[in-house]
């Protein structure tokens, strides 16, 4: 185990050490390492959308009428059966 004061905080010598305790990992630490990191890459891509709807919105992109009529086009293309 890697105490805190032990981990280096430039990048090059954390992902060594990172990568280091990655390959002790039993199978399923592995598991649940990679929906820890699909969760943090999630979270960054909800975010970065976030802005981006924000800056829409702020530049008249996303009006509720603009909404509204793309809703009225997408439906009338993709009718309900």
Do not use: C, T, W
Request: hydrophobic share 40%.
């Amino acid at each position: 185990m890697v105490k805190p004061m032990d981990i280096p905080s430039d990048a090059p010598s954390l992902k060594k050490v990172l990568h280091e305790r990655i390959e002790q990992l039993s199978v399923s630490k592995l598991s649940l390492l990679n929906r820890v990191l699909l969760q943090l890459e999630a979270e960054e891509l909800a975010a970065n959308l976030d802005e981006a709807f924000d800056a829409d919105r702020k530049a008249g992109k996303l009006s509720n009428e603009r909404i509204q009529g793309i809703i009225a086009q997408v439906r009338a293309e993709h009718p309900y059966r």
